[in-house]
């Protein structure tokens, strides 16, 4: 591995302030209820958000779920109803979740069935396969086909026999908008609402076909690279024997299909945070490719409480991993006011492991800008000062093939103070361009 600093002459490096981120039928046998339903009630940001409250809550039937954070128990129907008005601000109830429940899984039970009534083949094999197909179907309630639709949709369809078309997406399009990065009412606490385990395993009957890495779509991870981890630490030695870390951020490896879909943002709200000169923020971003582009929000951990620095050590690790043997070329650049102040360059070659190619810099040295910088933030006297002070500093990490020069990876970072007992926290969004 090799790596270099570099700092911009003629930018200031101290940091200040900054504004912040911050009753009919359709002809097809449905009744008028479940247009009702479906239609009105039911808006399209409504039923996103149910779909992903769908797959982050598996059947439970009438167990309880405890969230640990709140230590109170929930039935998977009031979750749903709390992840919308979380995610929408609309209240929709426990009675009419159930209820949507149940038009869905009426609904997808007969799309299936005249689906294999009309893929009926003369072989016997086939026959006996939809047979069993329409049993299991017949042993499933209504939360478990609807949950089946909307996590296993492709691997469902191929279980029972169906052509593709039959397993193409949610009930409904996929509603999109742009949330704030900061949305008014939700504190610290809200970032990540939900627990990943709840003390059970889903109900659903065993489906066969491949699916989607379950940190697809929920972690970091463009077309052609993930981030597996990523931390910035403080490392000292107290004995021969034993050394104290402590983690001024982090984003660990572990993603599960209960985790939510990342959220979009619209990259021009942070343009600003960011270098706008040649290869900057805009510039790669229009160069593409589109689904490499992430934004993390981090509440760092500052109390490290250490008094002597000796022997201290400041340093940042981070690993990625893709399927294909690359030279990966890795930018982190620190800015302040949107202005680039100093920038590392690290070269990286793949090894393989558990027939994966791992990128791991490990143990990279911060530079002496940023070891300043967090030494003069903890010194105020408010954590309102300290954020003021953050809505100005931003880092992007630019990740590429070095041969080619393809992006890999784009990773803005912006920051505020973690008030957490917990320590350091974060919250990743996709960056798109509505």
């Not at 601000?89 to 009675?95: A, D, L």
């Not at 609402?193 to 076909?209: D, M, N, T």
């Not at 954590?383 to 590429?400: A, D």
Request: glycine share 6%; with cysteine; charged share 20%.
């Amino acid at each position: 591995m090799s790596s270099a600093w570099s700092t911009t002459a003629g930018e200031n490096p101290n940091p200040g302030a900054h504004d912040s981120l911050s009753n009919c039928s359709d002809g097809k046998g449905n009744s008028g209820d479940e247009l009702s339903d479906a239609e009105g009630v039911w808006s399209p940001d409504i039923e996103q958000s149910f779909q992903e409250a769908l797959a982050i809550y598996p059947p439970c039937g009438r167990r309880k779920i405890i969230l640990s954070d709140e230590g109170k128990m929930y039935g998977r129907n009031e979750l749903i109803a709390r992840y919308i008005k979380l995610r929408t601000g609309k209240t929709r109830t426990r009675k009419q979740v159930s209820s949507h429940i149940q038009v869905l899984a009426r609904r997808k039970a007969k799309e299936i069935q005249a689906q294999l009534k009309v893929t009926v083949s003369t072989n016997l094999q086939d026959q006996a396969a939809r047979d069993k197909a329409l049993q299991q179907m017949a042993s499933m309630s209504s939360a478990q086909i609807v949950s089946a639709s909307a996590i296993h949709n492709k691997a469902l369809a191929g279980s029972l026999g169906l052509p593709p078309n039959m397993a193409s997406g949610p009930v409904r399009p996929p509603y999109t908008s742009t949330p704030a990065i900061w949305q008014p009412g939700l504190s610290q606490g809200d970032v990540k609402p939900f627990v990943h385990g709840y003390g059970f395993e889903s109900k659903l009957p065993s489906i066969s076909g491949e699916m989607a890495p379950p940190w697809q779509g929920r972690s970091i991870a463009g077309p052609k690279l993930r981030l597996v981890e990523f931390s910035a630490f403080l490392e000292q030695q107290r004995d021969p024997d034993s050394y104290q870390k402590h983690l001024f951020v982090h984003i660990g490896s572990t993603a599960t299909y209960n985790d939510p879909m990342l959220e979009a943002i619209d990259i021009r709200q942070i343009y600003d945070k960011f270098p706008e000169k040649k290869g900057g923020l805009k510039e790669l971003y229009d160069k593409g490719p589109s689904s490499a582009f992430f934004l993390v929000k981090f509440w760092a951990d500052i109390n490290t409480n250490l008094t002597d620095e000796n022997g201290a050590f400041y340093g940042v690790t981070s690993q990625y991993e893709n399927n294909d043997n690359l030279t990966i070329q890795v930018s982190t650049k620190v800015c302040s006011f949107g202005k680039q102040v100093v920038e590392k360059v690290e070269t990286e070659y793949a090894r393989v492991e558990n027939g994966r190619y791992i990128y791991r810099i490990h143990r990279s040295p911060m530079c002496e800008y940023m070891i300043n910088f967090i030494h003069k933030l903890k010194h105020l006297p408010e954590k309102y000062m300290m954020n003021s002070v953050l809505e100005n500093f931003t880092i992007l990490q630019v990740v590429t093939n070095r041969d080619t020069q393809e992006t890999l990876l784009c990773i803005a970072f912006v920051f505020e103070v973690s008030t957490s007992e917990h320590g350091a926290q974060h919250h990743i969004y996709k960056l798109v361009k509505d």
